[in-house]
């Protein structure tokens, strides 16, 4: 069965930076693309980032534009999410998620806090 397995995430600084991992297992990886969500309390899931299946295509929310880069390794299984310059806003908990699937990790918590 589809398993998405998030870790990295944490507490940090305004202007710091986290680095996100999602393990991915029970599917073949290569062939699908992969994308990271976030809920922030009280607001409605969003899409961050997005990764095309070979990698060579990528997609970002404009509110992380610039500060976030998603990348891919095939041969590790993994899809992660480099997050610098975090601001306030990007508090959230962070899932790992099969781009236009209804597959979902459990999630990680950052929390971007002075």
């Known amino acids: 069965q589809v398993q998405l397995v998030e870790s990295g995430g944490g507490l940090v600084q305004p202007g710091g930076s986290l680095r996100l991992s999602c393990a991915a297992s029970?599917?073949?990886?290569?062939?699908?693309?992969m994308s990271w969500y976030r809920q922030a309390p009280g607001k409605e899931r969003e899409l961050v980032a997005a990764?095309?299946?070979?990698?060579?295509?990528?997609r970002y929310a404009d509110s992380v534009k610039g500060r976030f880069t998603i990348s891919r390794d095939d041969a590790k299984r993994t899809v992660s999410l480099q997050m610098n310059s975090l601001k306030l806003e990007d508090t959230a908990v962070y899932y790992c998620n099969l781009y236009g699937m209804d597959y979902w990790g459990k999630g990680t918590l950052v929390t971007v806090s002075s």
């Open positions: 990764i095309t299946s070979l990698g060579d295509g990528t």
């Open positions: 029970g599917f073949t990886f290569s062939g699908y693309a």
